[in-house]
């Protein structure tokens, strides 16, 4: 919980709107932010945004609805449709990562002609344009598989195929997915500079507002994020994040917290929602995205350290299995010299 006001993340670089086409007057842009990996002792810290372009006159329906042609809010065998949904709901260690991956891959193929990428280092170098921090940690670059890990390449294909002609068919377009990518050592750099971790989780989803909006083709944003923490109140962090831009507060309640930037005729309306990956597909979207990419990193992390334990037994990172294999892994950390502030999370 962001508790201490004054504690507030440093304000982006003022956002310049391009001159508005057709298009950017009719059409609305739509961003899902969410996090993975908030938790944990062990891995990176990930937030991701998904950004839709849709008809502004739909700017405020459900796109699961849009969408019914091609998406589901459910995961069902029987059912071709792809699933958006709560990136913890659509996977599990046990039925293994083919779900979530193919979902994933046809979100990241989406956005581009090329469609999904095809090893691990061009897909995060795609989704995240600064993630050559993670070459400082052996952890991280030691491997670059191919993808799909799990799930089939020619369905994955197939599927990123459907989900085209059903977005073009609702004249609705994914344009754009991102992602903030925190290592264990850059994050307690910024906790010790806060001393608040939910500050800097904030810090990622302000950077993310600040690259959508700069990246949107229209006058008109919509910003949809899963809740920070316990928090309700983001007017103060908003207005000293946006200041060429008028805040206008809509509700500060405890299932959401919805507010207006707005300049000259460009709005961006920001909400903030409770459970908000069950409630609007974008989030659902940003949460696969973001869970994905903490899994392709999870297991190179575990897989670096096999090579250096015998018989180790690979980790999500949560505290109680992260504490067991910081026990298994001891004695090669302190041969290997590394720091602990390199590899366990302070907070």
């Keep these: 919980m962001l508790r201490d006001r ?3 993340p440093i304000r982006p ?25 908030y938790g944990p002792i062990l891995g990176p810290l990930v937030v991701s945004a998904v950004a839709f372009e849709v008809p502004s006159e739909q700017a405020n329906c459900c796109l699961w609805e849009t ?14 449709r792809l699933p958006v949904m709560d990136s913890k709901k659509l996977y599990s260690r046990k039925d293994g990562l083919g779900r979530l991956e193919r979902t994933a891959l046809v979100l990241a193929g989406a956005t581009c002609e090329d469609g999904a990428a095809d090893r691990e280092a061009a897909l995060l170098k795609r989704l995240c344009p600064t993630a050559d921090m993670l070459a400082e940690y052996p952890w991280y670059s030691a491997c670059d598989r191919s993808l799909p890990l799990e799930a089939d390449s020619g369905g994955v294909r197939i599927a990123t195929t459907q989900f085209r002609r059903g977005l073009a068919e609702s004249n609705v377009r994914l344009a754009w997915a991102r992602s903030e990518i925190l290592p264990e050592g850059h994050f307690n750099e910024q906790v010790e500079r806060t001393r608040n971790k939910a500050a800097v989780s904030f810090t990622m989803v302000l950077r993310l507002i600040h690259e959508a909006a700069r990246c949107a083709k229209t006058r008109n944003v919509r910003f949809l994020i899963d809740r920070q923490g316990g928090r309700d109140h983001y007017g ?11 805040l206008k507060i809509h509700d500060e309640s405890d299932g959401e917290s919805v507010y207006s930037l707005i300049a000259g005729d460009s709005t961006w309306r920001v909400e903030f929602r409770k459970s908000g990956d069950s409630q609007h597909l974008p989030i659902a979207a940003a949460s696969i995205i973001s869970k994905y990419v903490r899994e392709l990193l999870m297991g190179r992390f575990n897989a670096w350290w096999a090579n250096h334990v015998d018989a180790l037994q690979p980790t999500a990172g949560y505290y109680t299995d992260g504490m067991r294999f910081l026990r298994d892994i001891a ?3 302190r041969k290997l010299g590394i720091q602990k502030a390199r590899l366990v999370r302070s907070r």
């Design 13 to 37: 670089k003022a956002v310049i709107i391009p001159s508005m086409t057709d298009h950017g007057r009719h059409m609305t842009t739509v961003v899902g932010i969410d996090e993975a990996g």
């Design 331 to 333: 004695p090669s950390v």
């Design 236 to 246: 103060p962090l908003l207005m000293r994040s946006f200041e060429e831009r008028k």
């Design 6 to 8: 004054r504690r507030l």
């Design 67 to 80: 969408l019914r042609q091609v998406v589901s809010d459910k995961a069902s065998a029987r059912d071709n």
